[in-house]
């Protein structure tokens, strides 16, 4: 048996709704992404006419394994992959702190949304491209440091 808080909650993602014809479920999908890496460069900000502006940067995450039959006793070659993400800053209070505060080399935490597009490049091709929308920031340091 369902607990009351427990019907609630899944109340919010499904909905049911009747049509004379039969019923038509409504679902609520979530489309979300967490990243934590270091910021490959300085954040530029953007501004389409009609539109407003934009931060945006990219994002390096890493990806660590280990081969070789000795995975277990940790011997073995250590590959990694790394993988570069556009972020992208609309709301105006974290677009402008982005804007002002992420630096290259610093060390954060991305909370937001994927979005796919599409656009012409300059030779009027059309071309794909993949962004996150973040609508969360969080600093974990400063720029990385120097070895002396």
């Known amino acids: 048996m369902f607990r009351r808080p427990v019907v609630q909650v899944l109340h919010q993602f499904v909905r049911h709704e009747s049509e004379i014809a039969g019923s038509l479920v409504l679902e609520r999908s979530l489309n979300r992404v967490q990243l934590l890496g270091r910021v490959g460069q300085d954040p530029v900000m953007r501004q389409v006419e009609g539109k407003n502006p934009v931060t945006i940067f990219s994002l390096a995450t ?22 570069w993400h556009r972020i992208s800053v609309f709301r105006p209070g974290l677009r402008d702190v982005a804007y002002q505060y992420v630096k290259k080399g610093s060390r954060i935490y991305v909370e937001g949304k994927v979005d796919y597009g599409e656009y012409m490049d300059k030779n009027n091709v059309r071309r794909q491209a993949t962004t996150i929308i973040a609508d969360n920031i969080i600093f974990l340091s400063d720029q990385t440091k120097e070895k002396a």
């Open 62 to 83: 890493n990806e660590m394994w280990r081969s070789g039959e000795n995975e277990a006793h940790q011997m073995g070659d250590v590959s990694q992959k790394t993988t």
